[in-house]
């Protein structure tokens, strides 16, 4: 069964940082790209980040480029959001989600149930 | 890119069908069938309904239908049961700096 939790949420200041990871299971994690996409508090969806599944590529949305750092260990089958110099706005849950299985997917077949990340003073 | 457009909330009767619209532009929706919908209940993980437009997942009952026409993508739910109240997104791949962009999202309320 394909698994993917979320962890390192948390309350944090703004211009604070956090890492947040998922640790996967249940799948060949090397064999996939993965993503980060976030709820804001009464909003909707929203995609962050991408990784390809060697690491190659990394795409970021332009609220986040320049501060969030995505990043993953295929030896221990984990994905990373690195956040820096937070802001309120990023205040939200985090989701991990995997791309789907084929070369040419362009969705997200299996997510995580999400860590909050809490921007405040 | 900004976010694709959905009706705020869509409600029918058990039984009934609804379809929930996703208009985009011509560098997203229009721009091949790369179209996907999600179902999302408070507090749980997103759930895959349709990829590539029309294409259903396994596991994900016959009720679920994905279409497309120009800049729009539909999701419609037939013969709507009380399990089927969730918000739902879509989302298209846009091959841009901004990969993915999602709808503003539907929340179907069973009456």
């Known amino acids: 069964e394909v698994q993917l939790v979320e962890s390192g949420g948390g309350l944090v200041q703004p211009g604070g940082s956090l890492r947040l990871s998922c640790a996967a299971s249940g799948f060949p994690f090397s064999s996939y790209s993965m993503n980060w996409v976030r709820q804001a508090p009464g909003k909707g969806l929203e995609w962050v980040a991408y990784?390809?599944?060697?690491?190659?590529?990394?795409y970021y949305a332009d609220s986040v480029k320049g501060r969030f750092t995505i990043s993953r260990d295929n030896a221990r089958n984990s994905l990373y959001l690195q956040m820096n110099s937070l802001r309120a706005e990023d205040t939200a849950v985090y989701y991990c989600?995997?791309?789907?299985?084929?070369?040419?997917?362009?969705?997200?077949?299996?997510w995580g149930q999400g860590t909050l990340v809490s921007v405040s003073s | 890119q900004s976010a694709l457009t959905q009706p705020a909330s869509v409600s029918g009767s058990p039984g009934q069908s609804i379809t929930i619209s996703c208009t985009g532009t011509?560098?997203?929706?229009?721009?091949?069938?790369?179209v996907s919908w999600y179902q999302h209940l408070p507090g749980k993980a997103p759930k895959l309904m349709i990829y590539?437009?029309?294409k259903r997942p396994s596991g994900v009952s016959n009720r679920f239908s994905g279409s497309k026409s120009g800049n729009t993508a539909s999701l419609t739910i037939s013969g709507l049961q009380a399990e089927d109240e969730a918000d739902y997104y879509c989302c298209s791949y846009t091959g841009g700096s901004t990969l993915y962009v999602f709808g503003t999202g539907t929340k179907v309320t069973v009456l």
């Open positions: 011509s560098s997203d929706v229009a721009n091949d069938n790369l």
């Open positions: 990784i390809s599944s060697r690491t190659t590529y990394t």
């Open positions: 590539e437009g029309t």
């Open positions: 989600a995997r791309i789907g299985p084929w070369t040419a997917s362009y969705f997200f077949d299996s």
